[in-house]
């Protein structure tokens, strides 16, 4: 099993064959507060632990460190949307009234 660390958790990965043959210590670990990856030839495919309290949610960096999302590319923010002029016609509330009507 190997042993990440980040903050003052760890999270610990285990493959699914070791879970399936050692469940009820594995559950065990778990329900005592320690946070476990299952992996799937290598993949994270799910995590044990203990129920967190809404409160607890988990961080970004605990996210990316267990496996479950994936650090950004880049740190900067997107530019600013451009929206393009819709041209000359009827507005969206004029289109939205004239249905109305017909209907």
């Known amino acids: 099993m190997m042993s990440h660390r980040y903050y003052a958790r760890s999270v610990r990965r285990i493959g699914i064959r070791d879970l399936r043959n050692d ?14 990856i299952v992996t799937i030839d290598g993949v994270p495919a799910d995590e044990l632990g203990p129920i967190l309290a809404r409160s607890e949610k988990p961080s970004l960096e605990e996210l990316i460190a267990s496996g479950a999302a994936r650090a950004p590319l880049t740190r900067t923010p997107p530019p600013p949307p451009h929206p393009r002029d819709a041209g000359p016609g009827p507005t969206t509330t004029e289109i939205i ?7």
């Open 23 to 36: 469940t009820s210590r594995v559950v065990k670990r778990a329900r005592a507060g320690e946070r476990i």
């Open 97 to 103: 009234a004239a249905d109305r009507t017909e209907a």
